[in-house]
């Protein structure tokens, strides 16, 4: 089992960046595609990108592709979501996700497990 931790949250403005962590404890953390998925007040939980286990394969959805970066490093448990060029539409919970599949899945029904969220609001 998996158990993960979202930080890296808060409020920035148009045009800036933020990067998240999540950081998972338990075992065998190598053996999970990582995802990263954002709900909006109102609206559906979406997937955002998503990484391969080794870190070779990454994917991504249309409105974050060029400006947000998935990456992990499995040493330290940890994957991480680099945003740049964020837009308000972009404001959302942001949650971290992990999936015990052997290809990187784009949708909340393939992940396994799930972190509380957080926060990310972006102003015009």
């Known amino acids: 089992q998996v158990q993960l931790l979202e930080s890296g949250g808060g409020l920035v403005q148009a045009g800036g960046s933020l990067a998240l962590t999540c950081a998972a404890s338990g075992n065998f953390f190598s053996n999970y595609v990582m995802g990263w998925f954002r709900q909006a007040p109102g609206k559906e939980r979406e997937f955002v990108a998503a990484i391969s286990r080794s870190g070779g394969r990454t994917a991504y959805a249309d409105s974050v592709k060029g400006r947000f970066t998935i990456s992990r490093d499995n040493a330290k448990n940890t994957v991480y979501l680099q945003m740049n060029s964020l837009k308000p539409e972009d404001t959302a919970v942001y949650y971290c996700?992990?999936?015990?599949?052997?290809?990187?899945?784009?949708?909340?029904?393939?992940?396994?497990?799930w972190g509380q969220g957080t926060q990310v609001t972006v102003s015009s």
């Open positions: 996700a992990a999936a015990s599949t052997f290809y990187v899945g784009t949708t909340t029904r393939e992940y396994n497990y």
